[in-house]
């Protein structure tokens, strides 16, 4: 089926149409897919409105324009501890196109940078609608359609307490077995709002509440690493696929995790 | 009836206008409605790296670009690189035998350009990583990654 593709001039005219059925247009690495397949919707929009493409860092927050390519995040100093994993996400012509925006549908097993949003506690601006939602509600009513992104805000960690870890087959640019992100501040010395977040690992990114649980009110020692590690894929449900088998994601999580830690003890 | 779109833009240098279908991609738009063979079709879904062309000097994998976007940009692709003389790319990939079955040398050319613009002196590893998105099933990359290297380090013939 041939899709018609709307260009308008605001975000707002867009989670209108969006709104009415559209399906939004973003980098394009997503639904121009499904565009040549001939699967995409009858209605496409896409908007030229400057502002999705914004970053702005006022004090401890970041905002990221949804429209921003990882291109984009890599090429802006600020954002150095977002580099790591931006740079991991496709080869060199996705990070051009790909966006911050899209990652967070991006189907599995991609969507890496959206497992390092959600291990940042990112919360997420709709169009047209006041406020903005925590990005965990986002990502489990992603397959429902919940309007459109228009951008992602989160505070800057502080040194040593975020992590990114991402494991592929192939490198430089591999999908992932799985990816894992946390985000552990201390306070006195002990973590205080573990968050952990898995890629990879189920139909979308996901928390790691049993690493959670281990991690919090510790201090990030070898014990503690031991202990998250043992339970890491305690209620995950990952998928079996050509990359690697449900079994295999499962057997490999609390190594992955305990490496990641490891990584973020040494600082 | 299925709506065009004009699109004006610039395809190696040259003023272009031509009309794209509703939802048509940018590779579909050059090789059928400009003539420009040189971006190859390889996956159509952004995996292989053969349609690869630069847009307002960015890589961008074709099949995945849809095609009114380009109105008012820059298009390159590999066709444009030997005009007149052939880029020292493409002699350097002649000498080191990178290219065999031939598919993906326009993708692997425009990527290795769009490196030596921005970087004309790259490392090995900057080099595997700039052509990370383009696939090769004959070479083994090892002769693509050589005469890569060859022209960065001006050890080939201009």
């Known amino acids: 089926m041939t899709s018609t593709v709307l260009t308008v001039a605001t975000m707002g005219e867009a989670a209108r149409a969006v709104a009415q059925g559209a399906t939004f247009f973003g980098g394009g690495t997503i639904v121009m897919r499904d565009v040549n397949a001939g699967t995409a919707a009858a209605s496409i929009v896409r908007t030229t409105d400057p502002s999705l493409k914004d970053i702005r860092i006022s004090g401890d927050t970041v905002t990221l324009g949804a429209g921003v390519t990882m291109a984009s995040v890599l090429a802006n100093r600020d954002l150095e501890f977002l580099h790591p994993v931006a740079r991991l996400v496709g080869g060199p012509q996705i990070r051009n196109m790909g966006t911050v925006g899209g990652n967070l549908f991006a189907p599995h097993p991609y969507g890496d940078f959206a497992v390092a949003l959600l291990a940042l506690g990112a919360r997420v601006v709709m169009a047209g609608q006041g406020g903005a939602r925590p990005i965990d509600d986002l990502l489990r009513d992603r397959s429902r359609s919940p309007g459109l992104v228009a951008a992602i805000e989160f505070a800057r960690p502080r040194p040593g307490t975020f992590g990114f870890l991402k494991v592929s087959r192939i490198k430089p640019k591999g999908v992932s077995v799985l990816s894992v992100s946390a985000l552990l501040p201390r306070e006195g010395g002990r973590i205080r709002g573990a968050r952990v977040a898995w890629g990879a690992m189920g139909a979308g990114p996901q928390r790691g509440s049993s690493a959670e649980r281990a991690l919090e009110g510790q201090s990030l020692n070898a014990e503690t690493i031991g202990r998250a590690a043992a339970t890491a894929a305690e209620g995950l449900n990952p998928a079996t696929d050509a990359i690697a088998t449900d079994w295999y994601r499962r057997e490999v999580a609390g190594v992955h995790l305990k490496r990641m830690l490891e990584q973020m003890e040494r600082g | 009836m299925m709506a065009k779109t004009p699109v004006n833009f610039t395809l190696n240098g040259n003023d272009r206008a031509a009309f794209a279908e509703d939802g048509q991609n940018l590779l579909e738009f050059l090789r059928?409605?400009?003539?420009?063979?040189?971006?190859?079709?390889?996956?159509?879904?952004?995996?292989?790296?053969?349609?690869?062309?630069?847009?307002?000097?960015?890589?961008?994998?074709?099949?995945?670009?849809?095609?009114?976007?380009?109105?008012?940009?820059?298009?390159?692709?590999?066709?444009?690189?030997?005009?007149?003389?052939?880029?020292?790319?493409?002699?350097?990939?002649?000498?080191?035998?990178?290219?065999?079955?031939?598919?993906?040398?326009?993708?692997?050319?425009?990527?290795?350009?769009?490196?030596?613009?921005?970087?004309?002196?790259?490392?090995?590893?900057?080099?595997?990583?700039?052509?990370?998105?383009?696939?090769?099933?004959?070479?083994?990359?090892?002769p693509i990654i050589q005469a890569i290297l060859a022209v960065a380090e001006g050890r080939a013939r201009a």
Do not use: W
């Open chain 2, 32 to 142: 059928r409605g400009v003539g420009d063979m040189s971006p190859k079709y390889g996956c159509g879904q952004g995996t292989c790296g053969a349609c690869t062309v630069l847009v307002d000097g960015e890589t961008h994998l074709s099949c995945l670009v849809l095609a009114e976007t380009v109105d008012g940009k820059e298009v390159r692709t590999a066709s444009g690189l030997s005009s007149p003389a052939l880029d020292p790319l493409q002699t350097a990939f002649m000498e080191h035998f990178a290219a065999q079955c031939g598919y993906c040398t326009p993708g692997m050319l425009v990527s290795a350009r769009a490196l030596l613009d921005r970087n004309p002196r790259p490392s090995r590893e900057e080099v595997i990583e700039a052509i990370s998105g383009n696939l090769c099933r004959c070479t083994g990359y090892e």
